[in-house]
């Protein structure tokens, strides 16, 4: 790759030190380094997501989609939660880029100049995929020491949104949740996510986004949001895990988990069916949720 690119040596400085912030990269280096935008290793409700290459290291590059479900406000909110998160279960915010193209078209008959704003992501790139794919595979079976790791790192992650930076993710779901190498956690996807001040905790919205399954029943119904609506997300996520069961609508049924003797994998479900409770004052917090989980460390 071209390291004449302007921004090329600051992105290279970005991923070589984790304590660097993220930037604004030109668009002529997200260009550079995907090649054109030539491969595409992944694709979500808002974007598609591009392999990049630099210095030898990849990254993931996400184009969002030109579409009226997601505003340059939503945008912008986007950009405000990624830059304040670091933790080392949610995916690592490299930069962004909103650059805006003039291009000619035809409109009744005459040439008129447009404007096309195109927006990108960048994020550390992640090896092994999404949780999603992962449950998908039924050769890796029951591995409880692997679905434990996986439920204590996503709990972490969202602990961290929820306590230290007060964000609600909204779209929290096995598709969201990319692995690495070594099989931790990584939540990304913070397209819906909301944040909250400190003397607020609950809003009431008119606009319901999010995934059928997952979304919780104060939401789609009444259009309430609070930390309580990723409770429920991570429920059915834990259930997930905890029965291999990927009928996203199906959150009430039993585990066909056959370990169901371990002492751990009962305080796991009888976490996960609260967390699915139709009313969210039932559903614990997420602090709450991390103290049953490292009791499950010493049984």
Not at 34 to 62: R, S
Not at 72 to 100: A, M, P, W
Not at 283 to 295: A, F, K, V, W, Y
Request: proline share 4%; with cysteine.
């Amino acid at each position: 790759m071209n390291d004449q690119v302007p921004g090329h040596e600051a992105l290279e400085r970005i991923l070589n030190d984790a304590s660097e912030e993220p930037i604004e990269l030109p668009y002529a280096l997200l260009q550079n380094i995907t090649n054109d935008f030539y491969q595409v290793i992944g694709n979500g409700g808002f974007g598609v997501v591009y392999l990049g290459v630099v210095q030898n290291k990849k990254i993931a590059v996400k184009k969002l989609l030109q579409t009226g479900l997601f505003t340059e406000k939503q945008f912008e909110d986007e950009l405000k939660c990624l830059r304040r998160v670091k933790h080392k279960n949610i995916v690592r915010f490299l930069g962004y880029c909103s650059d805006t193209q003039e291009k000619l078209v035809e409109h009744n008959g005459q040439f008129v100049v447009t404007e096309e704003r195109r927006r990108f992501l960048c994020f550390e790139y992640v090896p092994n995929k999404s949780l999603h794919d992962y449950l998908k595979d039924e050769s890796h079976g029951h591995e409880w020491d692997i679905h434990y790791k996986l439920m204590d790192g996503i709990c972490q992650g969202l602990c961290y949104l929820h306590i230290e930076e007060r964000i609600t993710h909204l779209d929290l779901k096995p598709e969201n949740i990319l692995l690495d190498i070594d099989m931790v956690p990584k939540i990304t996807d913070f397209g819906l996510s909301r944040l909250f001040s400190i003397d607020r905790s609950r809003i009431i919205t008119k606009n319901i986004h999010g995934s059928w399954g997952y979304i919780a029943p104060e939401y789609w119904s009444k259009g309430e949001i609070s930390f309580k609506s990723d409770i429920f997300s991570l429920g059915v996520i834990l259930k997930k895990i905890l029965g291999g069961d990927n009928d996203s609508s199906n959150t009430k049924n039993g585990h066909q988990s056959p370990d169901t003797d371990n002492p751990q994998v009962k305080r796991c479900i009888q976490i996960a069916q609260v967390c699915v409770d139709d009313d969210p004052c039932k559903r614990p917090t997420i602090d709450c949720i991390i103290n049953m989980l490292s009791e499950n460390k010493t049984d």
